[in-house]
């Protein structure tokens, strides 16, 4: 079947605006997770959803950024009032069941911030 | 805090050469171990992955990954590099299951060039 996806591909905005990036993870993972890929930082890990609660949230920068997931599947992860700081490649990842599956990827979004 | 090393950040080969990738962990309890490599262009993949028994993993094209708890290591091998396998190699952890913590925690990263 069909595999993580993302939109959109790429995301160009304006200092201070806000921002929503979407994720479509495989059909039937439970589990969703939200990374980041930036130059300075590597990847790193923002928020996972078991079912349509977010068990941990640690990984948020800040509260400018919050994610929700509705019916169990589709995710959407919203950046508000944008900093040229969160230029980043966002990565989707979803699996079966917790940490004994293997997290599959998404393409990712490519978010500048001028 | 869990924390993953990559130690090489750059390795150049020519084909044919042997692979050697290290990583190391430092957690010390139930840990699920991986690899996964991103292409240029394209989005990261998993090559492997351990979480129990046989310590020795083989993963696609090629590549192997042995854990060695007493050295909380698990490098990434492969005898022989092709031109195709120039690519970036991440290391990944997270903890056991049923523990509540299941993001992974990702090395830098790894950039392999491989010549002709």
């Known amino acids: 079947g069909a595999g993580v996806s993302q939109s959109p591909s790429n995301k160009v905005t304006e200092k201070g605006k806000d921002v929503e990036l979407r994720c479509d993870p495989i059909?039937?993972?439970?589990?969703l997770y939200w990374y980041r890929q930036s130059l300075g930082q590597g990847l790193e890990f923002l928020i996972y959803?078991?079912?349509?609660?977010?068990?941990?949230k640690s990984g948020l920068p800040s509260d400018r950024f919050s994610a929700e997931r509705t019916g169990g599947s589709v995710s959407t992860l919203t950046i508000q009032r944008t900093q040229q700081e969160d230029s980043a490649v966002y990565l989707c990842?979803?699996?079966?069941?917790?940490?004994?599956?293997?997290?599959?990827f998404g393409p990712g979004t490519r978010l500048t911030v001028l | 805090a869990q924390s993953v090393s990559q130690h090489n950040h750059h390795v150049i080969l020519s084909e044919a050469a042997s692979l050697e990738l290290g990583c190391n962990y430092s957690?010390?309890?139930?840990?699920?171990l991986f690899w996964y490599v991103q292409y240029p262009g394209q989005h990261l993949q998993l090559l492997l992955k351990?979480?129990?028994?046989?310590?020795l993993v083989k993963g696609i094209k090629g590549f192997e990954a042995e854990f060695i708890k007493s050295k909380f290591s698990f490098n990434l091998r492969k005898p022989s590099v092709q031109w195709s396998d120039t690519a970036e190699y991440f290391c990944?952890?997270?903890?056991?299951?049923?523990?509540?913590?299941?993001?992974?925690?990702f090395g830098t990263g790894t950039r392999l060039l491989v010549s002709p």
């Open positions: 990944a952890v997270n903890r056991g299951m049923n523990t509540g913590f299941q993001k992974l925690v």
């Open positions: 059909s039937g993972h439970t589990a």
């Open positions: 351990y979480f129990s028994g046989d310590p």
């Open positions: 990842a979803s699996s079966l069941e917790l940490a004994g599956d293997t997290q599959y």
């Open positions: 959803f078991q079912g349509n609660s977010a068990p941990d």
């Open positions: 957690y010390g309890g139930t840990v699920n």
